[in-house]
């Protein structure tokens, strides 16, 4: 095989282990359970997979999407197929929400710190990127309030990652999805909520989506759904969550009208969730990613104890602060000299913040590499602590 033309992504060393990516595990992916989904388009012909998609994506999908989702804990309400629009996932969504609603020299608000290969797409827009500061529960009312009024409203679109964040795994409350609703209405921008984790909860669910709470006539929110991370990346599909209205811009938007999307994976996903093959799988997902969460924290909490965090009720990451003085670059250079990768934290912010943070993910290591990984990050510690 050449390595020059990987088949995937992720790149991991012999012997290290991963802390650093957010991917799911390999042992994870349900290749086998998918395979009745897969075998059922060749029993039934379904020649359509085929074929360029329906316009708002892969019609059966957009009907069983919307009844899984209404039947979903944490969607609250009945999710009309209207609402929908089938993409490629949670970063085509956003990439298409900046083409359809922004300019070049748009300004778009961003959490501080945000998931930072998101950060590309709107650099591809050409967009005036303004960090938001955050707390436990994401973005701060009262920094967005002044921020938006010392631009004078000047604002197009807000990104955020309201449950489940990356890196921060916070997790917004009611009042404040809201409250950025009615600032949203007041301001007249789009907010563009990035929900990939929103199903991923192994506790209470998290409050509904914002484009759940959109309260508007016209339609202010898009949220972005993927299956991603609850059934497998490579299957590459997505939602759209909003008003029929803004739905109907997806579906008539240029790269849309010309090409659709993909059918294939659409006709496999909707198998999959009439089947009960995607909500088996985000049940085994739920329980093996708590387990390992669990594992993460406890082997955190005795191994090195200078490391603060929250405990994450869902998604796939620990946002570690260390005392001042550490520099978590510098650490990962000695984590990796023990055989263990993080991400440090200045990569989540546009501004060089977060210098004694780091990242872990729980979600692509199984618990022993967890365990093992978290003792190889605690040698790498105390050597930098000592000198
Ligand atoms: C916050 C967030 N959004 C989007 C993505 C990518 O989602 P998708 O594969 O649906 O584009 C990720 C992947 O790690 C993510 O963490």
């Not at 609850?230 to 579906?251: C, E, H, M, R, Y």
């Not at 200045?346 to 979600?363: K, T």
């Amino acid at each position: 095989m050449n390595d020059l033309f990987p088949k995937i992504m992720l790149s991991r060393s012999d012997g290290v282990i991963d802390l650093a990516w957010g991917h799911p595990s390999d042992n994870l992916h349900p290749l086998n359970d998918l395979k009745p989904a897969i075998d059922a388009i060749f029993t039934n012909q379904e020649i359509s997979a085929l074929q360029y998609s329906g316009y708002q994506g892969y019609g059966p999908l957009i009907e069983s999407l919307s009844q899984y989702l209404s039947e979903e804990k944490s969607y609250t309400k009945t999710i009309n197929p209207e609402e929908l629009y089938i993409g490629y996932g949670a970063s085509h969504g956003l990439d298409l929400a900046c083409t359809l609603f922004t300019g070049e020299g748009n300004t778009v608000l961003v959490e501080e710190p945000s998931y930072y290969l998101v950060r590309q797409i709107l650099i591809d827009h050409r967009l005036n990127i303004v960090g938001v500061p955050t707390d436990s529960e994401g973005m701060q009312i009262e920094n967005l309030e002044q921020i938006i009024e010392s631009l004078k409203g000047d604002v197009k679109l807000l990104y955020l990652i309201p449950s489940f964040h990356n890196p921060m795994g916070s997790v917004m409350s009611l009042e404040r999805r809201e409250k950025i609703i009615e600032l949203a209405k007041e301001h007249d921008f789009l907010i563009a909520a990035d929900e990939a984790y929103h199903l991923l909860y192994y506790g209470d669910p998290p409050p509904p989506t914002m484009a759940t709470l959109d309260n508007s006539s016209t339609g202010c929110v898009v949220s972005l759904g993927s299956f991603s991370k609850i059934l497998a990346p490579g299957i590459k599909l997505g939602w759209v969550q909003s008003k029929p209205n803004l739905v109907d811009k997806f579906t008539n938007s240029g790269s849309n009208f010309s090409g659709g999307n993909n059918n294939f994976a659409g006709a496999i996903v909707d198998i999959a969730i009439r089947k009960g093959i995607l909500s088996k799988h985000v049940t085994r997902l739920k329980n093996t990613y708590k387990s390992r969460m669990e594992i993460m924290s406890a082997a955190l909490k005795t191994h090195i104890p200078d490391a603060e965090f929250l405990m994450p009720q869902g998604g796939y990451y620990f946002w570690i602060k260390f005392p001042e003085e550490i520099d978590a670059m510098a650490l990962e250079k000695l984590a990796l000299n023990e055989g263990v990768t993080l991400r440090p934290g200045v990569a989540f912010s546009g501004q060089s913040l977060f210098p004694n943070y780091i990242r872990l993910c729980f979600a692509l290591s199984d618990i022993e590499d967890i365990s093992e990984g978290i003792h190889r990050l605690a040698q790498a510690y105390y050597k930098y602590v000592s000198g």
